[in-house]
C-alpha cells in the first residue's frame, strides 16, 4: 500500500519525496529542508516494504538530525517501528532503515537486499562511500533500486562532476535555495545573510546552491591569504597551546605577535608538569607576554591550569572551550570565532605563517559551513583527520594564539565558561 505524504511541503520538497528516477539529488541551499525531505522519502518507502540505507557524514549527525528526522515522518504517519539505538537500525514490519556513518566506506559494501540508498550531505563526503553504497543494492528482491542525495553543493567535488555529467534520463535533479523555503523565519533568513555578507561566491553555493566547478571556496582561510615573510622578535607576544588528547594528537606551543608566528613548538606525551616545564623555558625567552590562551576542551589542560595558578603567569593564562559560545553570534562556538579571527589578520597580509611546521596542510583541509541556524560551523575534526590524517593541532594553536590580540589589558577569554576560565 503507498503511503501518502501529508504535510506542508514545497513543490521541490514534493519532487524529491515522490521522485522514482534511479539518481535523484535534491541540492539545497542551508535550511531548504534538505534533512527533513530525506526523513519523509525514506519513512514513505520503509513503510512500502523497502529497506532503506541511509549515510551520513558521522554517527554523530545521524544521531542528532537524520534519525531524528526519519522517526519524526514514521510518526507522523503512524507507522509502528521499533529503534535498536545500538546498532543504528529502525525496523518496521516488512522493512528496515539502517544508519551507517561515510567515515569508513569500506564499512559500507558489507550490506545487502537494500533497494534504496541515500547519502546526505553527498558533495562534502567522499566517492567511495557513493560506490560502496551502491553494492548494497542488490538481493533477489531488489527491484528498481534507487539512490537519493541531500546535499549542499560544494565546488570541485565529485558529486558536483557526477551531477552535471549524468545521463539526465536517470538523474532527476531537484535545486532549492535557501530563499525557496517558505517555512524558513525572516529571522533566520536575515542570519544567513550577515554570516555570508562579504563573500559572494560562498553565499552562491551555500544560499543559492550554485554547483560552481571551481576548487572549494569555503575555506576559512584560502590559499590567496597565505602570507609566508621574516617576523620581527622584538614585539609584545600572545601563546596559543594546544593540548593533544588521543591518538595522533600531538601538543603544540605557539608564540605570536602582530606580525606573525614567532615561532611553533611540537610536543608528545607531555603530562601536565612537563607542558608547563617547556612552556615555561619558551615564556621566558620574551620581554613582553600579553596573553596564553590554553584548549581546554573536555578538561585535557587542567592538569597544566592547576599547576599554573601557583605561578606568576597566573593573570595571563585562559583555558578556552571550544564548544563554548561565541562573542559574536554568527559563529557556532569559540573554535569558528578564533579561526575567523586568524582570518581577519591573514586578509591584510601582515599575518606571517613561515615559522609554522605543517600549517597549511592543515589550513587548506580546514573548512566551514553554515549550520540549520545560520552561523559558520568548522566541519567536524573527524573529516580533517581523515583528510590529512591527523588533527588540526598547529592550526588551533595558531588560532589560540591570536584571539586576544596583542595587548596586555584584554580579557575576553575570561567569559568561557567555568572551569576554563582565568585565574
Known sequence: MKIKVSVDISEQQSRFILSEKKFTAFVGGRG????FIL?????GRAANGRNQLVVGRTYKEL???????????????????????NDNIITLKKSKILFLSGENPEAIRSYTDYHDGYIDEAAWQ?????????MCLRGKDVLNPSVSFTTTPRGGSWFNL?????NQEKLELIKCTTFDNPFLSEDSLELFKEALSGDEKLARQELYADMLSESPINAVIPDNLIFMSD???????????????????????????????????????LDGINLYLNFEKIAKKYKTLCSVNVDNTGGWASSFLDIVKTTDYRDKVFGINFAS?????????KRAEMLFKLRDLCEKKTFSLKNCQDVVSEINAT?????????????DKKLIKKDIGHSPDELDAVSLSVLNGFNLHTNEARYSPLPQQGW
Do not use: C, W
Open 32 to 35: 531548504s529542508g534538505k534533512t
Open 325 to 333: 559560545s561565541a562573542s559574536n553570534n554568527i559563529y557556532a562556538n
Open 231 to 269: 617576523v620581527p622578535l622584538d614585539l609584545p607576544v600572545s601563546i596559543g597551546i594546544d593540548v593533544a588528547r588521543e591518538g595522533v594528537d600531538n601538543t603544540f606551543i605557539v608564540v605570536s605577535n602582530e606580525k606573525g608566528v614567532v615561532e611553533s613548538n611540537k610536543f608528545s606525551n
Open 39 to 43: 526523513g519523509h522519502r525514506a519513512a
Open 162 to 166: 557526477f551531477v552535471t555529467k549524468s
Open 63 to 85: 544521531r542528532q538530525t537524520i534519525i531524528p528526522s526519519v522517526k519524526n515522518a514514521l510518526e507522523l504517519y503512524r507507522i509502528p517501528f521499533k529503534e535498536n539505538k
Open 126 to 134: 567522499k566517492q567511495m562511500v557513493m560506490k560502496n553504497l551502491s
Open 367 to 379: 573548512t566551514y559551513f553554515l549550520n540549520g541556524s545560520g552561523q559558520r560551523q568548522i566541519i
